[in-house]
């Protein structure tokens, strides 16, 4: 019923800056709370920063003062500005999404990821 489709990714130096973007699209009017998630290589999927419908955020202490969580509820889109990157935020993004307004329950839906390589 809902598709999550990041974009954004690719290679960037340290220090280097990327924005990641999620387009929400189907039965986008039952999401409520959005968030990114990301994977590095031979470690757990990590929550990296969430956003509820009204706007409130939720940073990973990794990523605080660094990276920065938004979105378009008009166009269904959330979105990670991630500034001064360091080779250890090497992952997967993936995006995701909950009918709540929370990940309490957990999430209902994901993207299928977007590679991110800072290289040192």
């Known amino acids: 019923q809902v598709q999550l489709v990041e974009s954004g990714g690719g290679l960037v130096q340290a220090g280097g800056s990327l924005r990641l973007s999620c387009a929400a699209s189907?039965?986008?009017?039952?999401?409520?709370?959005m968030g990114w998630y990301r994977q590095a290589p031979g470690k757990q999927r990590e929550t990296i920063a969430r956003i509820t419908s009204s706007g409130r955020t939720y940073y990973a202490d990794s990523v605080k003062a660094r990276f920065t969580i938004s979105r378009d509820n008009a166009k269904n889109t959330v979105y990670l500005q991630m500034n001064s990157l360091k080779p250890e935020d090497t992952a997967v993004y993936y995006c995701a999404a909950a009918r709540r307004d929370h990940f309490y329950a957990g999430v209902d839906y994901w993207g299928k990821g977007t590679l991110v390589t800072v290289s040192s």
């Open positions: 189907g039965s986008a009017f039952s999401i409520n709370a």
